[in-house]
């Protein structure tokens, strides 16, 4: 096993045939999952509108450095289709981005260092 890396992914697709069963819960359970309860966790967050047309999950994904972000997109959007499959939700293709947080660089705007202006 090679040096882990933390990735952020998130996940995103579109819901398609869901029953009006699936709609019924999405829509009482929307507030629970808005801008507020985004946020990044192994579990994985679920976020969408009352519309119920696209949704996305934000995950934390910890993976070998050496497979990259190609392989955590992978491993979070077979959570995505898991938990989706769980819940009974139809949907779509699922697309993800990667961010690896370990080679992201920080850029602190504002703050100066000692003897700046």
């Known amino acids: 096993m090679g040096t ?9 697709g579109t819901w398609e045939g869901l029953t009006d069963e699936a709609r019924e819960r999405l829509l009482a359970e929307v507030e629970q999952h808005g801008l507020a309860g ?12 009352r519309v119920l047309k696209h949704f996305s999950f934000r995950y934390v994904v910890v993976s070998d450095a ?17 938990a989706l499959r769980k819940a009974g939700y139809g949907h779509g293709e699922l697309r993800s981005t990667a961010t690896d947080m370990d080679t992201m660089k ?3 705007k504002g703050r100066r260092g000692p003897g700046t202006a």
């Open 4 to 12: 882990q890396h933390t990735y952020r992914v998130i996940v995103r």
């Open 38 to 49: 985004m946020q990044f966790s192994e579990e994985g967050s679920l976020t969408y509108d």
């Open 66 to 82: 050496e497979d990259g972000e190609e392989m955590a997109s992978a491993i979070a959007e077979d959570r995505a289709e898991t």
């Open 106 to 108: 920080i850029n602190f």
